[in-house]
């Protein structure tokens, strides 16, 4: 099993990271925000659905951000820098914030995002601890 996972590169991997952790997360604090109170079976339903719906965008309010987010990665790792862990965090704070500042976002949407993403931030630094100096 080692094997196969040692074959993925650190590039997939932290975008599968970022589908099936960052999402969840994501996927729970857009479930808060409704007016009443969800119960057990919403929240698991929100939490399966989540993938899905981070990547065609529904938490963006742009379809299909990942794929920006990962061509722009793509770049940066080919052309200007092979390190893949702060171009990755970099990529993905920064397009939110721009998404805050050319009005894509109101603060109803950047304030979930930065809970979601600093809650998701410490887990995605365990994981990838070992290669923050790539």
Not at 5 to 19: G, M, V
Not at 69 to 88: A, C, D, E, R, W
Request: aromatic share 24%.
């Amino acid at each position: 099993m080692k094997n196969k996972l040692n074959r993925i590169s650190l590039f997939w991997k932290i975008w599968i990271c970022h589908i099936f952790i960052y999402f969840p997360i994501r996927a729970l604090f857009f479930l808060f925000q409704l007016d009443e109170a969800p119960n057990l079976t919403q929240i698991i339903k929100s939490i399966l659905i989540s993938p899905f719906a981070g990547i065609y965008g529904l938490f963006d309010k742009f379809p299909l951000v990942i794929l920006l987010q990962m061509l722009t990665m793509f770049f940066v790792n080919q052309v200007i820098s092979s390190k893949k862990i702060l171009p990755y965090l970099f990529i993905t704070f920064g397009t939110h914030v721009l998404f805050y500042v050319f009005d894509v976002y109101d603060m109803d949407y950047f304030r979930p995002f930065l809970y979601s993403f600093f809650i998701f931030l410490p887990i995605f630094l365990f994981i990838f601890r070992k290669n923050l100096k790539n």
